[in-house]
């Protein structure tokens, strides 16, 4: 009797925790669900929005949307069922692609398929989420315009502060009357890591396109194993931003048209200037009037030009360049600064006229060196035949060579 007495206790109790278990696993989605958007509009790159949320226990619904902060040339719309567990969520749904500003859908209206469908699964204790979305082929026509995609997929994963994304495309050929392109395989692989509100954050990008090739009447172009990084960073004092690109092989008549790689870095722009920018860019966007050109421009100056009050700085570490076809080489490195004294003197809005162009310029300096230099870019250059190194100097914005003022390049 005492063991009969026992049971139903047992059960209450168990059923009581399993209660309780689905319901915190339940908040804990939805809270890191709302996190993420948060800081994933936070990035300011983007307005998220969720509707028709209904929320539960054993399930919860909506659908996420997204489009850039300005204009209205696309817009996303996942929708989502989320089933949970007390250990772990199941996410699936559709994916909308929508473009113009009638929204027109991707699929359904443009291709005649469905949309492709997401699958995730949520972690609730490690807090992890790990998903993906396959993207079926399609043929896509319009006019003497022809879109050949194969397909492909996209996954993604990580946690709060910390997410991964990993894009594989197959070949796609656009055909154009008589221009070709044709593109692929092609990998993108980037991790995101920020802190709270988006306020720091790295971002890390691979992206490798095995094949590209254009053709058209008298003209064939193809190139091999594309490579581009880079790395954008956001910290206390600055966003600096590194990229480099390698072009193993481009080829133009069967001959090697051009091979070598180029690295680039941009620094010290002014963090604290970059966050007031975007701030002030999501309260014009918020304010749902559309801005445009100049008068965007005009209501934001004053942010983006204090983002250059650090004396931002362009550095060429890397030019390695090399065309066989041509018998041509470059070889070289520099750095270019830009002056930030008297900032109220500059303007973006006036961009178009000459005098702000000058006063643009001016705010230039900088050092090139390129060895090596092929004797008919100094017979170009109208410098003595033997010379092998240029120095190039940018004083004010105008450029000397080896001392001399850059000669008119086109005559």
């Known amino acids: ?12 109790g168990l059923a009581v925790i399993w209660a309780v278990a689905q319901l915190v696993a339940s908040l804990l989605f939805e809270r890191e669900l709302a996190r993420a958007l948060g800081d ?18 054993l399930a919860s619904s909506g659908t996420i949307r997204m489009s850039p902060l300005l204009g209205d040339g696309w817009q996303l719309e996942l929708s989502y069922e989320a089933r ?23 699929f359904g209206d443009w291709l005649p398929s469905s949309p492709p469908r997401w699958h995730a699964s949520y972690q609730t204790l490690g807090g992890t989420l790990e998903g993906s979305i396959q993207l079926a082929p399609f043929i896509a026509s319009q006019g003497p315009r ?38 692929g395989p092609i990998a993108l692989e980037s991790r995101y890591a920020y802190t709270a509100g988006a306020h720091h954050f790295t971002q890390h990008d ?13 003209l064939a172009l193809e190139a091999s194993e594309l490579l581009y990084r ?5 910290d206390d004092r600055e966003l600096s931003i590194d990229g480099e690109l390698t072009l193993t092989e481009v080829q133009a008549a069967e001959q090697v048209l051009l091979t070598g790689r180029v690295a680039l870095a941009l620094s010290r722009i002014n963090a604290d200037a970059v966050r007031e920018a975007l701030a002030r860019l999501r309260d014009e966007a918020a304010k749902g009037q559309p801005l445009e050109g100049r008068e965007l421009l005009a209501r ?3 942010e983006l030009i204090a983002t250059l009050q650090d004396s931002p700085r362009l550095d060429v570490p890397v030019v390695d360049l090399e065309s066989p076809m041509l018998g041509l080489k470059a070889r070289g490195e520099g750095a270019l600064f830009f002056d930030p004294r008297r900032l109220d003197e500059l303007s973006l809005a006036r961009l178009d006229e000459k005098a702000q162009q000058a006063r643009w310029l001016a705010r230039l300096d900088g050092d090139f060196t390129w060895h090596d230099v092929p004797t ?12 092998r190194e240029l120095e190039i100097d940018v004083i004010r914005g105008r450029v000397r060579v080896n001392g001399r003022p850059l000669p008119p390049l086109w005559r």
């Open 1 to 12: 009797m005492r063991k009969e007495r026992l049971i139903a206790p047992v059960v209450v």
């Open 376 to 387: 008919v870019v100094a017979l170009w250059l109208g410098l003595p035949l033997d010379t």
């Open 230 to 234: 880079s790395l954008m960073q956001l």
């Open 206 to 218: 691979l992206l490798r396109i095995d094949r590209l090739t254009w053709q058209q009447p008298n």
């Open 40 to 57: 994933l509009e936070a990035r300011g790159e983007l307005v998220v929005e969720r509707s028709e949320v209904e929320q539960g226990w």
């Open 300 to 302: 934001l100056e004053p």
């Open 84 to 106: 949970h567990g007390v250990f772990s969520t199941r996410v699936s749904g559709e994916a909308m692609p929508l473009a113009g500003p009638r929204q027109v859908r991707l």
């Open 146 to 183: 022809e879109l050949d995609f194969r397909g492909g997929q996209l996954t993604f994963g990580g946690q709060y502060g910390d997410w991964r994304l990993r894009v594989r495309l197959q070949p796609w050929r656009l055909t154009d009357g008589v221009a070709i392109l044709e593109s």
